[in-house]
């Protein structure tokens, strides 16, 4: 578990078998919130637990944590499989979280625009624990932002702690039985659901489809790929603060909108 910042109390949940460390860049293009992030069990400092835990559970996990660091209230940002888990802790604990931020994620079960050699790739935790297929397989997995943004995709294999095997299929199967479709609609906070143009991990098509789902949601599409939280932060970032500052009386309803990319 890692706090750090003072102000607006915000959630950190991450992607599959990424560490907390990966947050550092965003951490610091967020000031004036009290960030909070943890590894999930199997993941960067966190022991691996005997049996996998579920959306559910680890949802309650999640808030176990907000009780600790003194929160009552607060708003999440999930990235990737981290949004997964975002959905759930808001579908679950809804008086407790204030906004929610969905970047490159899915509704899970039911999302049907994937690429079957990401799937492949995906269906191993190799990108964390070996450099050399990290490397290797990035540019297709992530995009040109990889070599567009080097010193940023270099400081993300070097921050980061390797999962567990047995953490990162826990993970996996997490999100494997899970959806949200059945209750998107249901969803109480305002919600920024953020996607990159050129995401062949999450097709901005599931965004849109989330966007229009989910009662009080703006759509927010920028350029770069799967990784755009983390290689283009500043952008991304931006609009998350302004989302989060933004009063009540604007967040109402409205078609979904896209972002404007810098």
Request: proline content about 10%; aromatic content about 8%.
């Amino acid at each position: 578990m890692r706090q750090v910042g003072s102000g607006r109390p915000l959630l950190l949940l991450n992607g599959i078998g990424c560490s907390l460390e990966t947050w550092l860049p965003v951490e610091n293009e967020l000031p004036g919130f009290d960030l909070l992030s943890f590894d999930t069990p199997g993941v960067g400092g966190s022991p691996t637990r005997r049996w996998p835990l579920p959306m559910p559970a680890l949802g309650k996990l999640a808030v176990g944590l907000a009780d600790i660091a003194g929160w009552d209230e607060f708003d999440v940002l999930g990235l990737s499989w981290g949004g997964l888990l975002a959905q759930q802790l808001a579908y679950d604990h809804p008086r407790r979280v204030r906004r929610l931020i969905l970047c490159a994620t899915t509704f899970g079960l039911g999302t049907i625009w994937m690429d079957p050699l990401v799937v492949a790739l995906m269906s191993t935790p190799l990108r964390h624990t070996s450099r050399r297929f990290a490397t290797s397989v990035a540019p297709y997995l992530y995009g040109s932002d990889v070599k567009r943004f080097p010193e940023a995709f270099e400081a993300f294999l070097r921050h980061r702690l390797p999962p567990s095997r047995q953490g990162y299929y826990s993970q996996a199967l997490a999100a494997t039985a899970w959806s949200s479709l059945p209750w998107l609609r249901r969803l109480r906070p305002p919600t920024l659901v953020m996607a990159g143009r050129s995401d062949r991990i999450v097709p901005p098509r599931v965004a849109r489809v989330m966007a229009r789902l989910i009662p009080n949601a703006r759509l927010h599409l920028t350029d770069g790929g799967h990784m755009f939280l983390l290689l283009r932060t500043a952008e991304p970032a931006l609009a998350i603060r302004e989302f989060l500052a933004a009063p009540a009386p604007d967040l109402k309803r409205q078609p979904a909108i896209e972002g404007i990319a810098s």
